[in-house]
C-alpha cells in the first residue's frame, strides 16, 4: 500500500494531482485545510491537504477475529463453504489493513502537528509551505527552529519575517558553483544515474564555454553503452565544431588527453550507471580516479522522489568532491528536493536545466528566485 500527501489550492486541483500520479484507483485517507504564510496572508485561501493510498504488493497478518476464521477453516468441507470463508478473509484483511493504514496516517499528522505546533504562528504557516513546495519535514523544520532560537519573531511584522525565511533558505542553499576557467587546464567528469539528460546537459555547457566564452574546448565520450549516444555527442560536436574523442577503455582516455593537450577545458561525458550496480561503480570510480586536476559534476533529475536521491548519492560517496546539477527542472512537480540535497548532502550547486533545447534551457541557479519559489512568493518561470 503506498501512500502519499498532497497539497494544492483547491480540492479539484489536488484530485488532479492524485489522478495523474497514482490514478484512479487512490483512495482519499485524510483531508484538512493548512494555512499559508505571507504579507497578506489573512485574506488567502487556506490550503488543502489530501493524503491517499493506493493499493500495493504489502500484505498484512489478519488480527481481527482470528478465532471466528480459525473456527470457519475447520468448517471448510464444500466450495459453498470455502468462498464463503475466502469472502470474510478477504474482508478482515481489508478491515486490518485499513486500521494500519489510519495509524499511519494519524502518525504522520500528528507528527507533523507537534512540529508546528513547536514553532511560533509567525512560521507554522512557512512550514506548511516549505512541506507542500517539496522539502522535507524535518528539514523545514530545523531552518525554522534555527530561526526561531535566534531571531524574536514575535516583534516582526510579516514584511520582515518573509525577509528573515527568505535570507536563511538562501544561506541553506549557498552560492552557485559553475564551471570557471583559471588559466590550467580543467577536466570536467560529468556524471550520474541514467536517463537524467547527462549527455545534452554537457551540449548545452560546451556551447556556453566556446561560443559565449570563447574557450578552446574538447570533448570525450566514454559513454559507449549506447550507440545513439555517440551518435548524439557526435551531432553537437559537428554543430559546435568541437573536436571529439571516444574512449572504449579506461586507457584509451591517456592518448585522448593527449590530444587535447593544447585545449582550456575537456568535457567528459561518462555512462549512465546504475547506481545499485557495484561493479559498474567501480568502472566509473576508476575512470574518475585516472585524471587529475579535474571537476565533477553529479547531474539528478529534479523530477526524482528524494529517498532515491539520497539513494544515488550515498552510492556516490567514494566522490568527496562534486558539484550537483538538477536537470529537468521543468518537469519537477516542486524544487524542495534542491533544498533536501544541499541541506542533508552539503554539494555546490553549478546548473539547473529547463528542458532539452540545446545551447538554450540551462542556467546558473538564481538562489534568491530559489528562495522565494520555495516559500510560495515566486513560481518558476
Known amino acids: 500500500m503506498k501512500i502519499k500527501r498532497f497539497v494544492g489550492n483547491s480540492i479539484q486541483e489536488v484530485m488532479k494531482k492524485v489522478k495523474m500520479e497514482l490514478g484512479s484507483d487512490a483512495v482519499i485517507l485524510h483531508t484538512r485545510n493548512i494555512k499559508q504564510p505571507g ?16 493499493e ?16 470457519l477453516k475447520r468448517e471448510t468441507k464444500n466450495d459453498s463453504v470455502s468462498k464463503e470463508k475466502d469472502f470474510f478473509e ?33 512560521l507554522s504557516g512557512y512550514f ?28 516582526k511584522d510579516s ?24 588559466g590550467m587546464q580543467k577536466v570536467i ?12 546537459t554537457l551540449a548545452k555547457i560546451a556551447a556556453n564555454l566556446s561560443i559565449d566564452q570563447r574557450h578552446s574546448v574538447g570533448i570525450i565520450t566514454a559513454d559507449t553503452y549506447r550507440i545513439a549516444a555517440v551518435e548524439q555527442i557526435k551531432v553537437y560536436c559537428e554543430i559546435m565544431n568541437i573536436p571529439l574523442k571516444i574512449v572504449y577503455e579506461i586507457e584509451d582516455i591517456y592518448k585522448s588527453l593527449s590530444n587535447f593537450r593544447d585545449k582550456d577545458i575537456i568535457l567528459v561525458d561518462t555512462a549512465g550507471r546504475n547506481h545499485k550496480n557495484q561493479e559498474q561503480m567501480k568502472e566509473l570510480k576508476e575512470l574518475v580516479e585516472s585524471v587529475n586536476n579535474k571537476e565533477i559534476h553529479l547531474v539528478i533529475s529534479a523530477a526524482t522522489d528524494f529517498e532515491t536521491i539520497k539513494d544515488i ?19 519537477a512537480n516542486n524544487l524542495g528536493n ?44
Open 39 to 54: 504579507l497578506f496572508g489573512f485574506f488567502k485561501k487556506k490550503s488543502i491537504e489530501v493524503i491517499v493510498a493506493v
Open 56 to 71: 500495493g504488493t504489502e500484505s498484512y497478518q489478519i488480527n481481527d477475529s482470528k478465532e471466528f476464521l480459525e473456527t
Open 90 to 122: 478477504q474482508r478482515y484483511q481489508i478491515e486490518d489493513e485499513i486500521k494500519k493504514i489510519r495509524s499511519m496516517i494519524e502518525s504522520v499528522v500528528n507528527t507533523l502537528d507537534a512540529k508546528r505546533s513547536q514553532l511560533p504562528d509567525e
Open 128 to 155: 506548511d509551505c516549505l512541506i507542500h513546495n517539496g522539502v522535507n519535514e524535518e528539514v523545514a523544520f530545523q531552518i525554522l527552529t534555527k530561526i526561531n532560537q535566534q531571531i524574536n519573531i514575535n516583534n
Open 159 to 182: 514584511n520582515k519575517v518573509k525577509e528573515i525565511v527568505s535570507y536563511t533558505i538562501k544561506d541553506f542553499l549557498g552560492e552557485p558553483s559553475p564551471i570557471a576557467y583559471n
Open 189 to 200: 567528469f560529468f556524471i550520474g544515474p541514467t536517463g537524467v539528460g547527462k549527455t545534452t
Open 313 to 331: 548519492l550515498d552510492s556516490y560517496s567514494f566522490i568527496t568532491d562534486y558539484k550537483l546539477i538538477f536537470s529537468k527542472v521543468d518537469e
Open 338 to 381: 534542491i533544498l533536501n540535497v544541499k541541506y542533508y548532502f552539503n554539494k555546490n550547486i553549478s546548473y539547473l536545466t529547463t528542458g532539452q533545447n540545446v545551447p538554450d534551457d540551462i542556467e546558473i541557479p538564481n538562489i534568491e528566485k530559489l528562495s522565494e519559489i520555495l516559500i510560495g512568493e515566486s513560481n518558476y518561470a
